[in-house]
C-alpha cells in the first residue's frame, strides 16, 4: 500500500514538470497560429507612374528619409512629411510638419483630416490615389513567429483553460498530501483559483466577446501556480494573492479599455505623471523600511507598494502615436519624469526597481527615438550614479561583496539566502520534491525574492526554467503581434512592458542563483505580493492591446 | 511604423541576455548541484533523521565503519576504530565538515541531480562509499597518538595516491558525542578540526629538506663543501644555536645530525628569493584538494624577515609552518622522483554526476615538484640519517629514508608546547608508502614522539599492505 502511494507521488511529481513544458508549448503554438493573412490594408498609387504602393500598419510614415514606411524620392517631400493612419471612423491624414505642405484633393490640409477611397493626396511634386486594399496582387511575406497562415483552427481557448486548470488541480493534490499533511485545505484554494479562472475566462469570451484568450491562459498558468505554491506555506497569503490576481484581472480590462483609443491617451499623459509623481512623494513621506528599502505603504490593514503601479504609468508615458512621435520628438519630458521615478526609488533604497525602470527607459527612449547616443549618455550617467550610491548607502556595497562569494556568507545577510536558494535548487533535482515539502519555504522572502527557488525546489528545475524562458518568449510574441498594432502606440507599449517583465524576471532569477547580485524584485505573475501581481496584470494589458483583434469585436 | 519595429528589436537584445544568464545558471546547476546540497543547514538531510537511509562506508578491506541499521547509524564495533577514523567517517551531525559523512552526505543518502533529495521512502536508496584507509593501521596509529594534545599520522601509497592512513588527535567517539558548552570547551578545542588536512604545525627540522632541495638546487659545490659547528653561531645579530657543537661536517651529517648552523648559513646564503621560490615549488603556502576537500595552506614567507629571522627560517622555526598532508605528499614526490601523485581517500562512490561519467580525478599526478636528480640527492641525505641517526632498525624490515623534526611554538623556557614530526617515506617496491606524523604538546624531540608514532603506523600499514 505504501509503495503504490509512493508510486503515485513520484510519478505525479514527474507528470507536472512535463505537463509545464506542454502547456508553454501548446499556448505558444496557439499563439502562432492566429493571425488574418498578410493583405495590404489600403494602397497608394502614384499616378505618374500607375506603381501600387500597399499601404500595411494602421499607421504609416510618409516622407523622404529610407526608414520611411512609405518612401517617397522626391526633393520636394520632406524627412518626415506626413503621417497615413487608420483609426475606427476611418483613414486620416495628418501633416508633421513638411516644408512643402500635404494636400488632399488639392486642399493644404492643416489638422487631421479624413481620406476616402479615391481621394487624391499630394506631397511635394508627387500625387497619389487612395485605393482599396483588395486591388494588390502580389504575395506578401509573414513574420516568422506566425506559421504558415492556415485555414486550421488552432487548439480552442477552452481546452488551454481546461489543461491549465487540470495542471493547477495536481498541485492541489500534491499540497494535499504533502509530507505531514492533516488537513485539505489547498483543495479550497485550488477551487478558489479555478473559480476565477473561469470567470475571467467567461467575462473574456462570451461577455467581452475577445477572440484570442492564449496570452491570458498563459498569465493565469502562472499566476495559478503563485497561489498553489502558497498553499502550504501561508495559507492566508493564497487567498490575499489570489485576490489581488482577480483584482490585476479587473484592471487588465481597465485598461484595455482605457487604452483603446490611442489619440485620447495623450490627453491624460500629464495627469497620470502628476499622479504617478504622487504616488512616488507618498510612499517616500510614509514609506516604511522593511529590508532596507523603504518602498512600502501601509493604508489601514493593506500595505502596498506605490512604485509596482508606477510601472503602469510609466509604459503609459512613455509610448505614444506616430504623428505625436514625428511633430514631437522631444524626449525631454520623458527624460524628466523618469529621472523622478529612479531617483525616488533610489532614494527608497529600492535600487531593484530602480534598474528595472532604468532599463525599461533605455527600451523606450531607444525605440522612440532610435538614437544611440541617449542610451550611451544614459549608461554612462547611471554608472556614475551607481558609483555615487556604493559611496552612499555602504549596505549596498556589502551586497556586492556577497555576490559570486556567497559560498563564504553562508550564515550572514551577504550570502545567506542565496546560498539557500542554490542548496534547495539542487536538493529538488529535476522534478521537485513535492508541493509543500521544500525547505526554502522557511528561508524569508522565500514566496517574492526568492520564488524561483521554491518552485525549482519543490516543482522541479524543468518546471522552473520553463516558466522563466516561457515569460522571455512572451517579448518574442509582443514583438511580432505588433506588427499589426494599430498604432506605435501599442507597439512601443508592448514591447517595452514585455522587456520590463523580462528585465525584472531576470534581476529575481540571477539576483536569487547568485548570477547578479541580490536586489529584491518580484519574478512576475509568481511572486507574492499584491501590488506586484496587479501591476504584472496591468503591463500585460499593453501586450494584449497590441494585438489587432483585441479591439474587433466577433 | 517601420523605424518603431526594427528599433524594437534591441528588446530582443534583453530577452537574449535573459537566455545566455539561463544557460550559465543551467550550466553551474549542473556541475554544482552535489556541492550545494551539502550543506549544513540542508533541511534534507541534516538533522538526526538525515543519515536514515544512507549508505555503508566501509576501509579498503571491506571493515564496515558506518552503515545504518533500522533506522540508525551504527559505527564499526571497535572503539579504537571509531575514535580513530571520526575526522574521516565523521559523525551524525554535520560538525566534522570535512569528514566523508558530511561532505558527501547526499551522495550517501542517494542524492542526484535527476531525482534531487526527500524521494519517498520506497525509492531511497543510499549509495555505499569504499575508502582507501585501513582501519587497522589507523587504529594502531589512534593507540600511539591518544596521550597527546593534538596531532596527525597520514600515511599513503605514492604510487596510487590511496591514503592508508589518516588519524587526528583530539577525537572522540561517534557513538557518544560530547556536548560541547562552555565549561568543557577548553578539553574539546579544535575536536572538529581533521589535523591531517585542515591544520598547520611548526616544522623545526624537517624544513631542513625544502633548505637542502634548494641549497642542491642552487649551489653547485654543495657536496664537496664542509662547516664547522661549534653549538652556537651568531648569524645576523643574533644567535642560531644547535643542539651539539656537531664539529666539522659536510651536507649529509649536516643533515643526518640535523645541524641548524650549517643549515641556517644556507638559508642566508640561499637568500630570500631562492627560499621562497623552492617553497613555492614544493607547495608550502599552496593548497590543493583531496577528495574535495581542500588542505590548509601553510606558510613560509621570508619577505620581511632579517638575516637572523632568514637563518631559523631555514631550520624550519621563525614564523614557518606547514600541512602534516602536504609534508606527506612531498616526501611521495621525493620518491616518485620529483612528481607526486595527488592523495585521495574515497575509492569507490556512486551516486556523484562526475564520478558516474567516470570524470572524477583520483590519483593524477600533481605539478612537478623538484627535478628527479634533486629528488635522489634529497631520497640519500633522508637515508643517511635513517642509517645513521635513527636505527636501520626502527621501522623493522622497511628501507625507509626520514626526517625527524622538532618545532619550538614558543621560544624561551616552555619547550612543553614542541611539535615533534617525522616525515618520510619506504623505498620497498611492496611497499611504496609516505608518511608524515605530528604531536604537540611534548617536551621530547620528534624523533621520541612523532617518530614511535610513525615507526607503530608505518609497520602496520607495510603488513595491511603485503596481506
Redesign the interface.
Known amino acids: 500500500m505504501a509503495l503504490i502511494m509512493d508510486i503515485a507521488v513520484v510519478a505525479l511529481r514527474m507528470l507536472l514538470p512535463i505537463y509545464t513544458v506542454v502547456i508553454v508549448y501548446q499556448i505558444f503554438a496557439a499563439m502562432r497560429r492566429r493571425r488574418r493573412p498578410e493583405r495590404p490594408l489600403v494602397l497608394l498609387q502614384d499616378l505618374d507612374t500607375g506603381v501600387k504602393i500597399p499601404v500595411l500598419f494602421w499607421e504609416n510614415s510618409i516622407g523622404r528619409s529610407r526608414g520611411s514606411d512609405i518612401a517617397v524620392d522626391d526633393p520636394a517631400v520632406s524627412r518626415n512629411h506626413c503621417v497615413l493612419l487608420r483609426r475606427k471612423e476611418g483613414w486620416f491624414i495628418t501633416d508633421t510638419g513638411s516644408k512643402t505642405g500635404t494636400f488632399l484633393n488639392g486642399k493644404r490640409i492643416r489638422r487631421r483630416t479624413q481620406v476616402k477611397i479615391d481621394d487624391n493626396i499630394s506631397i511635394g511634386n508627387k500625387e497619389f490615389a487612395f485605393k482599396r486594399g483588395e486591388e494588390f496582387h502580389e504575395e506578401l511575406q509573414s513574420s516568422w513567429f506566425f506559421s504558415k497562415v492556415s485555414g486550421k483552427p488552432a487548439i480552442q481557448p477552452y481546452k488551454i483553460m481546461i489543461l491549465v486548470s487540470l495542471f493547477h488541480i495536481f498541485m492541489g493534490v500534491e499540497a494535499c498530501f504533502c509530507d505531514g499533511a492533516k488537513d485539505f485545505d489547498p483543495a479550497f484554494l485550488c477551487a478558489a483559483l479555478l473559480a476565477v479562472e473561469w470567470i475571467f475566462f467567461f467575462v473574456s469570451t462570451v461577455i467581452l466577446k475577445r477572440v484570442a484568450f492564449e496570452l491570458e491562459a498563459l498569465c493565469l498558468f502562472f499566476t495559478g501556480i503563485g497561489v498553489m505554491l502558497l498553499a502550504r506555506q501561508e495559507l492566508r497569503t493564497a487567498y490575499v494573492q489570489l485576490i489581488a490576481a482577480a483584482a490585476g484581472m479587473i484592471v487588465f480590462c481597465i485598461i484595455i479599455k482605457f487604452i483603446e483609443n490611442p489619440d485620447r491617451i495623450a490627453q491624460w499623459r500629464i495627469i497620470i505623471m502628476v499622479v504617478a509623481v504622487l504616488f512616488l512623494a507618498v510612499n517616500l513621506v510614509f514609506g516604511r523600511v522593511t529590508n532596507g528599502s523603504a518602498n512600502w505603504v501601509h493604508i489601514g490593514p493593506v500595505t502596498v507598494q506605490p512604485s509596482e503601479f508606477v510601472k503602469i504609468a510609466f509604459i503609459f508615458v512613455g509610448a505614444s502615436t506616430l504623428d505625436r512621435l514625428l511633430t514631437k520628438q522631444n524626449l525631454l519630458e520623458f527624460i524628466i519624469f523618469s529621472a523622478i521615478c529612479v531617483g525616488a526609488l533610489a532614494l527608497m533604497g529600492d535600487f531593484g526597481t530602480a534598474l528595472i525602470f532604468f532599463g525599461t527607459f533605455l527600451l523606450i527612449s531607444f525605440t522612440r527615438s532610435g538614437d544611440f547616443k541617449t542610451v550611451v549618455l544614459a549608461l554612462a550617467s547611471a554608472v556614475f550614479a551607481g558609483f555615487i550610491i556604493l559611496n552612499i548607502k555602504p549596505y549596498v556595497l556589502r551586497r556586492f561583496q556577497g555576490w559570486r562569494h556567497v559560498w563564504e556568507y553562508t550564515q550572514d545577510s551577504r550570502g545567506y539566502q542565496q546560498a539557500r536558494v542554490l542548496t534547495y535548487i539542487a536538493s529538488g533535482g529535476l522534478f521537485g520534491v513535492g508541493i509543500g515539502n521544500g525547505v526554502l519555504k522557511y528561508v524569508a522572502a522565500s514566496e517574492s525574492d526568492l520564488v524561483f527557488g521554491l518552485m525549482s525546489e519543490e516543482m522541479g528545475f524543468i518546471t522552473a526554467v520553463t516558466v522563466a524562458v516561457a515569460i522571455a518568449t512572451l517579448f518574442i510574441y509582443a514583438r511580432s503581434v505588433t506588427t499589426r498594432s494599430r498604432s506605435t502606440f501599442y507597439s512601443i507599449s508592448a514591447c517595452c512592458a514585455a522587456g520590463l517583465l523580462v528585465i525584472q524576471m531576470s534581476l529575481n532569477v540571477f539576483g536569487a542563483t547568485d548570477i547578479l547580485p541580490l536586489t529584491g524584485v518580484t519574478f512576475p505573475f509568481i511572486s507574492a505580493g499584491g501590488s506586484s501581481i496587479i501591476s504584472c496584470w496591468g503591463l500585460l494589458a499593453f501586450i494584449k492591446a497590441a494585438d489587432e483583434r483585441t479591439y474587433s469585436k466577433k | 511604423?517601420?523605424?518603431?519595429?526594427?528599433?524594437?528589436?534591441?528588446?530582443?537584445i534583453?530577452?537574449l541576455?535573459?537566455?545566455g544568464?539561463?544557460c550559465?545558471?543551467?550550466v553551474?546547476?549542473v556541475l554544482?548541484?552535489?556541492d550545494?546540497?551539502d550543506?549544513p543547514?540542508?533541511?534534507?538531510i541534516s538533522g538526526s533523521g538525515g543519515l536514515i537511509q544512507a549508505g555503508k562506508i566501509t576501509d579498503r578491506n571491506g571493515e564496515v565503519l558506518a552503515e545504518s541499521v533500522d533506522g540508525e547509524r551504527v559505527y564499526n564495533k571497535d572503539a579504537g576504530i571509531r575514535k580513530s577514523l571520526l575526522h574521516v567517517v565523521g559523525d551524525d551531525s554535520l560538525n566534522i565538515s570535512t569528514a566523508v559523512q558530511s561532505q558527501f552526505r547526499?551522495q550517501l543518502t542517494g542524492?542526484?541531480?535527476?531525482?534531487?533529495?526527500?524521494?519517498?521512502?520506497?525509492?531511497r536508496h543510499g549509495n555505499d562509499m569504499e575508502l582507501t584507509v585501513d582501519a587497522s593501521t589507523c587504529k594502531t596509529a589512534y593507540n600511539a597518538l591518544k596521550n597527546y594534545d593534538s596531532g596527525a599520522c597520514v600515511i599513503y601509497n605514492y604510487d596510487t595516491g590511496e591514503i592508508i592512513c589518516s588519524v587526528s588527535i583530539r577525537t572522540y567517539d561517534p557513538n557518544s558525542p560530547p556536548k560541547i558548552t562552555e565549561d568543557n570547551e577548553d578539553k574539546y578545542e579544535g575536536v572538529y578540526l581533521d589535523n591531517v588536512l585542515s591544520s598547520t604545525y611548526t616544522p623545526g627540522s624537517i624544513f631542513k629538506i625544502v633548505t637542502a632541495a634548494a641549497a642542491i638546487e642552487n649551489i653547485p659545490d654543495i657536496w664537496s663543501r664542509t662547516w664547522v659547528c661549534n653549538g652556537k653561531e651568531d648569524i645576523g645579530g643574533g644567535d642560531v644555536t644547535c643542539v651539539d657543537a656537531h664539529g666539522t661536517v659536510d651536507i649529509k651529517q649536516a643533515f643526518g645530525d640535523s645541524c641548524n648552523i650549517v643549515f641556517a648559513e644556507l638559508a642566508v646564503e640561499l637568500g630570500e628569493e631562492k627560499m621562497n621560490a623552492m617553497a613555492k615549488k614544493l607547495g608550502i603556502n599552496a593548497s590543493f584538494s583531496v577528495s574535495g576537500v581542500k588542505t590548509k595552506k601553510g606558510n613560509y614567507n621570508v619577505k620581511e624577515a632579517n638575516k637572523n629571522q632568514l637563518a631559523w627560517s631555514g631550520v624550519g622555526q621563525y614564523n614557518d609552518a606547514v600541512n602534516p598532508m602536504q609534508m606527506a605528499v612531498i616526501c611521495g614526490a621525493i620518491a616518485k622522483g620529483g612528481t607526486p601523485v595527488n592523495p585521495y581517500i574515497i575509492s569507490g562512490n556512486s551516486g556523484s554526476l562526475l564520478t558516474d561519467l567516470g570524470l572524477s580525478k583520483t590519483g593524477s599526478s600533481l605539478k612537478q615538484m623538484i627535478s628527479s636528480s634533486t629528488a635522489q640527492s634529497l631520497g640519500e641525505l633522508m637515508r643517511y640519517a635513517v642509517v645513521n641517526d635513527y636505527g636501520e632498525s626502527m621501522f623493522g624490515g622497511l628501507t625507509v629514508c626520514a626526517k625527524t623534526g622538532t618545532g619550538e611554538t614558543l621560544t624561551g623556557s616552555d619547550t612543553d608546547k614542541n611539535d615533534g614530526w617525522m616525515i618520510g617515506y619506504c623505498t620497498d617496491s611492496d611497499c611504496p608508502l609516505a608518511f608524515a606524523c605530528v604531536v604537540r604538546g611534548s617536551s621530547e624531540y620528534g624523533y621520541s614522539t612523532a617518530g614511535q608514532v610513525a615507526k607503530a603506523a608505518m609497520k602496520e600499514a607495510a603488513k595491511s599492505l603485503k596481506k
Open positions: 511604423m517601420k523605424r518603431i519595429l526594427r528599433r524594437s528589436w534591441l528588446i530582443f534583453v530577452a541576455a535573459f537566455l544568464g539561463m550559465f545558471l543551467v553551474e546547476t554544482g548541484a552535489s550545494w546540497v550543506q543547514y540542508n533541511g534534507h547526499s542524492y542526484s541531480f535527476i531525482w534531487g533529495l526527500d524521494m519517498p521512502k520506497s525509492f
